[in-house]
């Protein structure tokens, strides 16, 4: 049987492997760090237990069902069950991001492209966003394919589930320039079919 998810830190989680290794390059930068998407909560749990110790984590889940971490964790009152595209739950976490200081922010939901625009807007100077399912533009598809197969040459992992990119440079460009955006550890990011920018 096919399994769409690599193992983190004991919870499934919708990622490449290796990933965890690119994100553990920048964690502990981060004052707060927000996910969109939780899902079974591999990647959630992940960066909680790689933050630093005084940096606020919050991820963001609609469906509560799709939860796998034990409910006994501390991480669970980390977790917002709800649609993070509402208006109430866009003010909320821009309020949290102007509050706070150096924030990470993760588009892993539904929609990266409207989460990226919907979020990207509320960053500060210094703040990163990056977008899951990502591919750099032009040849988008050829891009996505590529990165994938690189990552899959070990033959550890099928990637099933990774078929198709989501988002791509293209798809986001106006957001990017409108926000102020530059690229940012784009490389490294890419290798794990994330996009990655700053603000400055
Ligand atoms: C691709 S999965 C997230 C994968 C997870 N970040 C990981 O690394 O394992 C997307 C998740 O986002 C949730 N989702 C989709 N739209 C959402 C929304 N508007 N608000 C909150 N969660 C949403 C889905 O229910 C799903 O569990």
Known sequence: MTNHFINLVGVGAAQMPGTELVFLEIIKDFD???????????????????????????TYEKEPTHVKIPKNHEINSHIVYCDCLTEDTIDSISA?????????????????????GVFSKFLKYGDVIVLHDFADSPNETQNYADAKAKLLKDGLWDGCGFEVHEAS????????????????????????????????
């Open 96 to 116: 949290l991001i102007k509050s706070s200081g150096k924030t990470l922010f993760l588009c892993d939901g539904g929609a990266k492209i409207i989460e990226f």
């Open 169 to 200: 440079y293209n798809s986001i460009e106006d957001d990017v320039i409108s926000a102020g955006l530059v690229k940012y550890n784009y490389n490294k990011f890419l290798g794990v079919l994330w996009g990655c920018f700053i603000k400055l």
């Open 32 to 58: 707060l760090i927000i996910e969109i998407g939780t899902d079974n909560g591999g990647l959630a749990l992940w960066l909680y237990l790689n933050k630093r110790a005084d940096a606020a984590f919050y």
